[in-house]
């Protein structure tokens, strides 16, 4: 299994990022993908989730209404398309997949700073 996250930099308060997330190595479409941040200090929070075919997305409610959650099952893509970016935002944020069944994998995550 493989999760590359691609698509953080350095933006301004206000300013959009869209990151994007490479899966390979496992059945795509079975699996709910997420995305989840971690700041210095904090703990590994989830962003948003959406279901195996895209239908269903959950967010944080730190998020709702600026960030969106979407896939693409044909490319194994799995995207966070960031708008309305605030300081609190700054985080490292990682791709991951998951189920019940002992299968929980991690991307090396993309670095995403928000100016003020």
């Known amino acids: 299994v493989q999760l590359v996250e691609s698509g953080g930099g350095s933006v301004m308060f206000g300013g959009s990022l869209r990151l994007s997330c490479a899966a390979s190595?496992?059945?795509?479409?079975?699996?709910?993908m997420s995305w989840y941040r971690q700041s210095p200090g904090k703990e590994r929070e989830t962003v948003a989730t959406?279901?195996?075919?895209?239908?269903?997305?959950t967010y944080a409610d730190s998020v709702k209404g600026r960030f969106i959650i979407s896939r693409d099952n044909a490319w194994k893509m799995v995207y966070l398309q960031m708008n309305n970016l605030k300081p609190e935002d700054t985080a490292v944020y990682l791709c991951?997949?998951?189920?019940?069944?002992?299968?929980?994998?991690w991307g090396q995550g993309t670095h995403v700073t928000v100016s003020a």
């Open positions: 959406v279901s195996v075919t895209g239908s269903s997305t």
């Open positions: 190595g496992f059945n795509f479409t079975r699996y709910d």
């Open positions: 991951n997949v998951r189920s019940a069944h002992n299968f929980n994998y």
